[in-house]
């Protein structure tokens, strides 16, 4: 069962999003080479702290930081370490979660450090774009496969592969909460497939790899890595369906530039809802 959640329930939302983005913010200002992860996730720990939030990913299955930063070929749940330090052209990842008042906000950012690599920058700014696509699809009577189908066809069609172990989550009350909400598309998900309705609030979450699709986890427990060690990109959002389409409740893209992309996220949403999910509400009505 998908939860809907009230409007005053996805106010809250906004308001522990908001504090996502401000930890996300004063990370994003540190983010040189030379500061260890370590130092990054005290700052994000700290920020949500002084806000009067609670660090969502600390002490979940016993992982041991407040935020998960994952450089280069690392995908996920990299381990903030003392002994990590970025470096110039690193890939950086950083992924945060926050409950206040009893309802939570996730969200991540990828940033290139210093001169990225035309390859890195391509791989960033497909995975940003594929999170708007997705979001795009984000209206009443779409389908969630409409999600999943977006991030992988703009994947694909960028030369890139999506990672299909770790999934996109719904959200309120708790940080996972059903439905899953994958990166592609196959038989299962068609089987497991749902309407969206207002009320919805869904974590998305594209994971884009350079190379191969496949991921395996360090002994850590928790650090996911490319199989082929080739880049992986990870950008996320917290959005609800609203009565008149999505509604971004972590919206880090407004205040934080990650040097990728020149516009705003909204590419698609600004141009209001896409033929495919008219073609979705007719077919369900
Ligand atoms: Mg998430």
């Known amino acids: 069962m998908v939860t809907l959640r009230s409007r005053r329930e996805i106010d809250r ?29 005290r700052t994000i720990e700290k920020a949500i702290e002084k806000r009067r939030g609670e660090p969502l990913f600390k002490g979940y299955r ?28 690193d890939l950086v ?25 035309a390859g890195t920058r391509a791989l960033c700014a497909a995975c940003i774009e594929a999170l708007d696509a997705a979001i795009a699809n984000m209206w009443p009577g779409a389908r969630l496969s409409e999600i999943s189908a977006a991030v992988e066809g703009y994947a694909r069609a960028r030369g890139f592969s999506v ?8 959200i309120g009350t708790e940080l996972h909460e059903a439905p899953h909400v994958p990166n592609y598309v196959d ?8 309407l969206l309705r207002p009320g919805m ?43 008149d389409g999505p509604e971004i409740l972590t ?9 990728l992309f020149s516009g705003k996220i909204g590419l698609f949403m600004n141009r209001g809802r896409l033929t495919s999910h008219a ?6 009505s």
């Open 13 to 41: 939302m906004r308001g522990a999003g908001s504090i996502v983005v401000e930890a996300l913010a004063e990370a994003a200002r540190m983010l040189k080479p030379g500061v260890s992860t370590y130092e990054i996730d």
């Open 62 to 89: 016993g992982f041991p930081a407040a935020s998960c930063v994952s450089i280069n070929e690392e995908v996920v749940h990299g381990i903030p370490r003392r002994d990590r330090r970025v470096a110039e052209g």
């Open 93 to 117: 990842s950083l992924d945060v979660g926050v409950r206040r008042r009893g309802y939570c906000g996730d969200a991540a950012v990828t940033f290139p450090v210093g001169a990225a690599a």
């Open 163 to 170: 990672v299909k172990r770790f999934v996109g989550h719904g």
């Open 187 to 194: 038989e299962e998900v068609l089987r497991n497939d749902l």
């Open 201 to 243: 609030v869904l974590a998305v979450e594209p994971m884009l790899n350079e190379g191969a699709e496949e991921v395996v986890e360090l002994g850590d427990r928790w650090t996911v890595v490319t199989a082929d060690r080739k880049l992986s990109a990870h950008f996320e959002h917290t959005v609800a369906v609203g009565p």
């Open 251 to 259: 919206p880090w893209h407004e205040t934080i530039d990650t040097g």
């Open 279 to 284: 073609e979705g509400r007719a077919d369900s």
